[in-house]
């Protein structure tokens, strides 16, 4: 089959890991998929690119861009696409409208995050299948989209577990080397767009906290973004800057993570976190808040610790009852891999994506 996966950009996030890793994954299977930005292909397309993945660009108006859902409907023709996949709110709307023009028979639409954004009922209905990534998440989108439950399926994200299990212990330290760790500091890390969402600022304060009774512990931030500034400027107010190193964005996640002792995410907002499942897959014990799907890939006091958001002074004590009890890391880092294996692999994703491809 050839699949035609929209998206706004292959810029860094993990929905366009998400894209670009299913994608791989189809190809491999024998499929043909190909991957078109309707804005700017972004600087995870040369990923997809050197897989043999087709990624084309669109350079999308501002406003309604009528000549933009001809040219996709043109692009759907010329390369005789079976399948239509969708990703968020403006290549479904896009997506949708030129998979139509275009006589496609399988439209799919996966809805990534718990954002709450009203699209026009017919365009639901216009879609073969919609899929969440989580329960939150569709509990969310129905409430507030006229859309039918039976129309919604959850499919859990999976990643290759192989790309983490293949981190040797010279890479990692090498990593440390790079970054100047010294073989004293504990390592609590985060992967994640510098936005608003992510909420870093609590995790900052938190780990200002953590420093008070861990003077070894650093803090990697790993991502880049508008609140780049602001968050740095944040750590020289509380005095821990020279403890905190934020490394920007990173090709090299797996590896990244390999070197963290704990995985810290401080969402206020989430559907399910790529980088939560890869640092379980990397064996790291997980600090997470209770917001979207972070409850249901994380179990409280099994895989790590569940706290509440915007709470600094629960994640410090989270993350300090971690750092000082190295076997309960372990167990937690073991009981969260076994999970990922079983239940959020990119093999079985792709294949409850296939099954729908194929309806």
């Known amino acids: 089959m050839n699949i035609l996966h929209i998206v706004n ?15 791989k994954e189809l190809k491999l299977k024998g499929d043909v998929p190909f991957i078109c930005c309707l804005d700017k292909m972004g600087n995870l397309a040369p990923n997809a690119i050197d897989s043999g993945i087709s990624v084309t660009d669109l350079q999308i108006k501002n406003g309604l ?26 290549p479904l709307i896009y997506g949708t409208i030129a998979a139509k023009l275009a006589n496609v028979k399988r439209i799919i639409h996966t809805r990534h995050g718990q954002a709450a954004d ?8 216009l879609n073969s299948k919609v899929v969440t990534i989580s329960e939150d998440a569709k509990s969310c989108l129905i409430s507030s989209n006229n859309i039918a439950e039976k129309n919604v399926d ?28 010294l073989p004293e500091n504990q390592v609590v890390g985060i992967v994640a767009r510098l936005a608003i969402e992510k909420d870093h600022r609590t995790l900052i304060c938190a780990f200002a906290e953590v ?38 964005f990173q090709q090299k996640i797996a590896e ?8 810290v995410l401080s969402s206020t907002s989430e559907g399910m976190s790529l980088t939560l499942l890869e640092a379980m897959a990397s064996k790291k014990p997980i600090v997470a808040t209770n917001v979207g799907g972070n409850p249901e890939v994380v179990q409280d006091g099994l895989t790590g610790f569940i706290v509440p958001a915007q709470k600094p002074e629960k994640m410090a004590e989270a993350i300090v009852n ?35 491809y194929k309806l």
């Not at 009203?118 to 209905?125: A, D, E, N, Q, S």
């Not at 299990?165 to 090498?174: A, C, G, N, P, R």
């Open 256 to 263: 990244l993570i390999s070197i963290f002792d704990i995985f």
């Open 322 to 356: 971690l750092l000082k009890n190295k076997q309960l890391m372990q167990e937690f880092a073991l009981n969260g891999y076994q999970r990922i294996k079983s239940k959020y692999s990119l093999v079985t994703m792709t294949e409850k994506y296939k099954s729908l």
């Open 211 to 248: 420093l008070k009774v861990n003077e070894n512990a650093v803090l990697l931030i790993v991502g880049d973004g508008l609140l780049s500034k602001e968050l740095q400027e944040l750590t020289q107010e509380l005095k821990i800057e020279k403890s905190v190193y934020f490394l920007g």
């Open 9 to 23: 950009s292959l810029d860094c996030g993990g929905l366009e890991n998400f894209t670009i890793e299913l994608s």
């Open 65 to 90: 861009d009528l000549q933009c859902i001809w040219k996709l409907r043109q692009y759907i023709i010329a390369n005789e696409i079976d399948v239509v996949h969708t990703h968020n709110k403006k």
């Open 118 to 125: 009203v699209v026009p009922w017919l365009i639901w209905k």
């Open 154 to 181: 959850v499919i859990e994200n999976g990643i290759p577990l192989d790309k983490f299990d293949s981190i040797s212990t010279e890479v990692s330290q090498e990593l440390k080397n790079e970054i100047g760790l």
